[in-house]
Antibody
Framework: EVQVLESGGGLVQPGGSLRLSCAAS????????MSWVRQAPGKGLEWVSA????????YYADSVKGRFTISRDNSRNTLSLQMNSLVDEDTALYYC???????????????????WGQGTLVAVSS | QTVVTQEPSFAVSPGGTVTLTCGLS?????????PSWYQQTPGQPPRTLIY???SRSSGVPDRFSGSILGNKAALTITGAQADDESDYYC??????????FGGGTKLTVL
């Protein structure tokens, strides 16, 4: 059974940092792209970042570019999101999501998700 | 910046058919936008319904179908059921690895 389990959320002050992790199981982690999606309280979904199966290619939404860094450890089946210079608007439930493809954004298969975690809550507040 | 547009809300009668759409504030949605659709009920993570315009995710009933209608992506639900009452989000590929969700449609079954 495919499972992705997020951890690392919490309360952080504006300007602070936090590192989210996503533990994956039930599939061959290294051959699938992975992504982070967030949802602010009472709001819609927002794509945050994605990484290819190899980890060589990374992508970011403009709202987090330069502040967040996505990475993966294929030997430990773990996805991470390092979040720096956090602002109030980063407050959200952060979902880890598996893509059904190795490449994120290929001209043949584009982008999508097939499995989602339950999310981990990040609250940025003083 | 291009915005992905969805109807904020929609209502359908039980057993009825409803089509939700997903467009762009500038330009047209096509198969190269690789539209996908997600269903979310309160307190739950999203569930994948449709990917690559019209491919159903595993376990999704064939009451759900995706297509391109004119210059928009569309999600059609036939034979609407009470538990279809959810928020529905589309996701479009903008190129260069960038994906954007629509604002979501709140579907009421009444």
């Amino acid at each position: 059974e495919v499972q992705v389990l997020e951890s690392g959320g919490g309360l952080v002050q504006p300007g602070g940092s936090l590192r989210l992790s996503c533990a994956a199981s039930g599939f061959t982690f290294s051959i699938y792209a992975m992504s982070w999606v967030r949802q602010a309280p009472g709001k819609g979904l927002e794509w945050v970042s994605a990484i290819s199966g190899s980890g060589d290619d990374t992508y970011y939404a403009d709202s987090v570019k330069g502040r967040f860094t996505i990475s993966r450890d294929n030997s430990r089946n773990t996805l991470s999101l390092q979040m720096n210079s956090l602002v109030d608007e980063d407050t959200a439930l952060y979902y880890c999501a598996k893509a059904p493809t190795y490449v994120w954004g290929s001209y043949r298969q584009g982008v999508s998700f097939d499995y989602w975690g339950q999310g981990t809550l990040v609250a940025v507040s003083s | 910046q291009t915005v992905v547009t969805q109807e904020p809300s929609f209502a359908v009668s039980p057993g009825g058919t409803v089509t939700l759409t997903c467009g762009l504030s500038s330009g047209s949605v096509s198969i190269t936008s690789f539209p996908s659709w997600y269903q979310q009920t309160p307190g739950q993570p999203p569930r994948t319904l449709i990917y690559n315009t019209n491919s159903r995710s595993s376990g999704v009933p064939d009451r759900f179908s995706g297509s391109i209608l004119g210059n928009k992506a569309a999600l059609t639900i036939t034979g609407a059921q009470a538990d279809d009452e959810s928020d529905y989000y589309c996701l479009l590929y903008m190129g260069f690895g960038i994906a954007v969700f629509g604002g979501g449609t709140k579907l009421t079954v009444l």
